[in-house]
């Protein structure tokens, strides 16, 4: 296990500047699409046992409104955006061009807008990872749902665990010039992916 932790440390310090990169062109996707200019305040690269990993939004049983995206292609991995209801509901009137407050739950016409947004920001993340790294990677079809975040995040825990007990967590916080958009993109990639984002480091 302590061979396992410096391993995971390893690749989080190599890789930080990779993920920082798709994490920052994933914002710039999102603010394409809300037509305004959407900027990174925090971006926190680390490492969290996987136990841990609902605390980051608030705790296992604080409601979310999470979009889920599996990665697949050279690598394989797990992405989240996480938000309070009243930030999603926000997002999804702003994205429809409606005024503040209109929409107060989550139909399927609000859950595909919040699908498309998860789309864009996945899309725009895998982009510049794949550039930069000369792999081929691509999310698949949003899931949205509105849950406790341990049952959110649970879609994916299984599949960490099968690699370690913790997890290299790329945490994005992000808003406007004046406002902090209350929400989280979770980054989860698996070892295979981090080795090959490890080996084309090393030939650069």
Request: charged share 15%.
């Amino acid at each position: 296990m302590a061979e396992q932790q410096v391993l995971l440390d390893e690749q989080l310090i190599a890789c930080g500047g990779l993920v920082s990169l798709g994490s920052v062109n994933a914002i710039t996707g999102l603010s394409q699409m809300l037509g305004q200019d959407i900027q990174v305040h925090s971006l926190n690269p680390r490492r969290v046992p996987v136990q841990d990993l609902a605390e980051i939004v608030g705790g296992r049983e604080t409601i979310n409104v999470g979009v889920y995206l599996a990665v697949s292609g050279s690598g394989t991995g797990h992405m989240f955006l996480m938000f309070p209801p009243k930030t999603a509901m926000e997002l999804i009137d702003m994205l429809m061009g409606e005024p503040p407050g209109t929409t107060q739950q989550l139909d399927e016409m609000e859950e595909s807008v919040m699908g498309e947004m998860g789309n864009i920001m996945g899309s725009f993340f895998l982009n510049a990872l794949a550039d930069a790294a000369g792999l081929h990677l691509t999310p698949s079809p949003p899931a949205v749902m509105m849950d406790m975040a341990g049952s959110i995040l649970d879609v994916a825990l299984a599949n960490v665990l099968e690699g370690s007990n913790d997890a290299l967590v790329i945490e994005t916080k992000f808003g406007t010039a004046d406002r902090l958009i209350d929400g989280t993109l979770l980054v989860m990639p698996s070892p295979e992916l981090l080795n090959l984002l490890l080996e084309h480091l090393r030939t650069e």
